[in-house]
């Protein structure tokens, strides 16, 4: 079965620095994709990033980046430069690629607030 | 905005009750997702459909049930509702199988209180 985990409840961290959110994953496909998500407290489900399982480069969306560790099963987040806004929770997922279920399976989330 | 829209905001029924929850993708977006966000069992794959086709099910209780309309819009359907039914329940698109990503793009949620 596919699982997610993200062992860090919650955290907190000073406004302009950086905060790394740790994920991991378990599957035995080779082919599919990972994302975060933020939910603020409007509950909204917002993408904050999305990385292809077959792509070695990390992917980069402004002040949010990730290291991603194929090998390890991991998919770390970096916000840099956090802001008050970055308040929320935040979801590791992933999705199995073509062939294969589209369903998102979604970690426990991590709560992080910033803090001014 | 995602594009995903979803009524109504807010539900508060009874138990024993029937309710329908209304979706409706991203323009062009032939997938639809429903999740439920409880508490306890944090978030849910209840079930996809394609192009108006059942592609997939999760969790999804018997008590429940979807579909997907010739305009694309999805309705899921809550009956003999129970307290620990409520919850806020999403709805997402994509282009998935489309020879589009795969990323999900979620509505604003239905928060569903069963009194």
């Known amino acids: 079965a596919q699982t997610v985990t993200q062992s860090q409840p919650e955290m907190s961290v000073q406004e302009a620095e950086t905060v790394t959110l740790s994920c991991t994953y378990d599957?035995?496909?080779?082919?599919?994709?990972l994302f975060w998500y933020k939910q603020p407290p409007s509950r909204q489900m917002i993408l904050v990033i999305r990385q292809e399982a077959y792509k070695q480069q990390n992917a980069t969306e402004n002040r949010f980046s990730v290291n991603f560790q194929k090998a390890a099963k991991s998919f770390s987040l970096k916000i840099s430069d956090s802001q008050l806004g970055d308040t929320a929770m935040y979801f590791c997922?992933?999705?199995?690629?073509?062939?294969?279920?589209?369903?998102?399976?979604f970690g426990k989330g991590t709560k992080l607030t910033v803090n001014p | 905005d995602s594009g995903v829209t979803q009524t109504p905001k807010h539900l508060i029924t009874a138990t024993g009750q029937r309710v329908t929850l209304r979706c409706s993708p991203r323009s062009g977006d032939l997938s639809v997702y429903w999740y439920q966000q409880s508490l306890d069992q944090g978030l849910q794959f209840l079930i996809q459909y394609y192009n108006g086709e059942e592609r997939a099910k999760g969790n999804i209780l018997e008590r429940f049930s979807a579909q997907q309309f010739p305009d694309l819009h999805s309705e899921l359907n809550l009956s003999s509702l129970e307290l620990g039914d409520s919850a806020l329940y999403f709805c997402?698109?994509?282009?998935?199988?489309?020879?589009?990503?795969?990323?999900?793009?979620f509505g604003p949620g239905t928060r569903l209180t069963v009194t």
């Open positions: 997922a992933f999705i199995l690629g073509q062939g294969g279920s589209e369903k998102l399976v």
């Open positions: 599957t035995s496909e080779s082919n599919y994709y």
């Open positions: 997402a698109s994509s282009a998935a199988g489309q020879g589009g990503s795969y990323e999900q793009y």
